[in-house]
T-cell receptor, first 114, second 114 residues
Framework: DQQVKQNSPSLSVQEGRISILNCDYT??????FLWYKKYPAEGPTFLIS?????DKNEDGRFTVFLNKSAKHLSLHIVPSQPGDSAVYFC?????????????FGTGTRLTIIP | EPEVTQTPSHQVTQMGQEVILRCVPI?????FYWYRQILGQKVEFLVS????????KSEIFDDQFSVERPDGSNFTLKIRSTKLEDSAMYFC????????????FGDGTRLSIL
């Protein structure tokens, strides 16, 4: 099942610079997308989401962009901080009569270099 | 901030035994989910639960698995006759009512089958 893909397993960014995490999907029926952050020994923590009717959503340092024609979304973190070092998962929802399972990508490990 | 609570954090069980994983969702949430993550693999959807019944389940969620909301606060996942391949992190999630509401995850239970 490769419906949601994160092709970069890891990313290193200098503190203060912009971090850009990417995610591609194949199912055009996905209608809601989420980014989660995960520290070791913890569960995924919700960061930010975007509905398929929008192309951008911003919350503080985090911005998610959605390009439906390319089936691509990205998460921008600016400025990057050491506490942002974690694994980031994108997830997509396919709403079907209220059923809302999430399909996850494999994750990208972000390391912020002080 | 309210959170999803899972117990135990680590469960070790002999193959063939039954195990119950427990979750306390966020108190005003009505939609509940179980996911699992086998080591090195993606987070995978198992089952969603609403209004005291299963609303969707994956092909993983066969007769070996069951879910229950025994009272107003707990949500449990029972695995009967456990197998070695059931070893994984199991995450509970919940969300509130409304369109485009994110699922919030607990810290997971690490299940080890010996």
């Amino acid at each position: 099942d490769q419906q949601v893909k994160q092709n970069s397993p890891s990313l290193s960014v200098q503190e203060g610079r912009i971090s850009i995490l990417n995610c591609d999907y194949t199912n055009s029926m996905f209608d809601y997308f989420l980014w989660y952050k995960k520290y070791p020994a913890e569960g995924p923590t919700f960061l930010i989401s975007i509905s398929s009717i929008k192309d951008k959503n911003e919350d503080g340092r985090f911005t998610v962009f959605l390009n439906k024609s390319a089936k691509h979304l990205s998460l921008h973190i600016v400025p990057s901080q050491p506490g942002d070092s974690a694994v980031y998962f994108c997830a997509a929802r396919l709403s079907n009569f209220g059923n809302e399972k999430l399909t996850f990508g494999t994750g990208t490990r972000l390391t912020i270099i002080p | 901030e309210p959170e999803v609570t899972q117990t135990p954090s680590h469960q070790v069980t002999q193959m063939g035994q039954e195990v119950i994983l427990r979750c306390v969702p966020i108190s005003n949430h009505l939609y509940f989910y179980w996911y699992r993550q086998i080591l090195g693999q993606k987070v995978e959807f198992l089952v969603s639960f609403y209004n005291n019944e299963i609303s969707e389940k994956s092909e993983i969620f066969d007769d070996q698995f069951s879910v229950e909301r025994p009272d107003g606060s707990n949500f449990t996942l029972k695995i009967r006759s456990t197998k070695l391949e059931d070893s994984a992190m199991y995450f509970c999630a919940s969300r509130t009512t409304g369109a485009d509401q994110p699922q919030h995850f607990g810290d997971g239970t690490r299940l080890s089958i010996l």
